[in-house]
């Protein structure tokens, strides 16, 4: 599988329902995104949980995104 942009993950998802590019997403900053909520609540499975809770917020709303720039600044 090919390696995308962000912009065009988020695209993907958004307008195509794109399972694959949520996956490739989800791996790329869910460990990352951990550490920094960790850094925060000072709590690894709150943070996990916080992070998860992200991932399906993004899911269930990609219908609303408009893709402008990468995920980080969301």
């Known amino acids: ?4 942009k ?6 993907a998802i958004s307008q195509y329902d794109d399972h694959q590019a949520f996956d490739e997403l989800y791996h790329k900053y869910y460990e990352s995104l951990c550490l920094f ?5 000072h ?3 709150l943070a ?6 992200v991932f399906v917020k993004l899911w ?8 402008r720039t990468s995920p980080k600044s969301y």
């Not at 962000?6 to 695209?11: I, N, S, V």
């Not at 269930?60 to 893709?67: D, G, I, S, W």
Request: aromatic share 4%; proline share 0%.
């Open 43 to 45: 709590s690894r499975e």
């Open 1 to 4: 599988m090919k390696r995308q």
């Open 48 to 53: 996990e949980e916080v992070v998860s809770d």
């Open 37 to 41: 909520s960790h850094s925060m609540i």
């Open 60 to 67: 269930k709303n990609r219908k609303r995104y408009l893709v």
């Open 6 to 11: 962000d912009h065009q993950l988020l695209q």
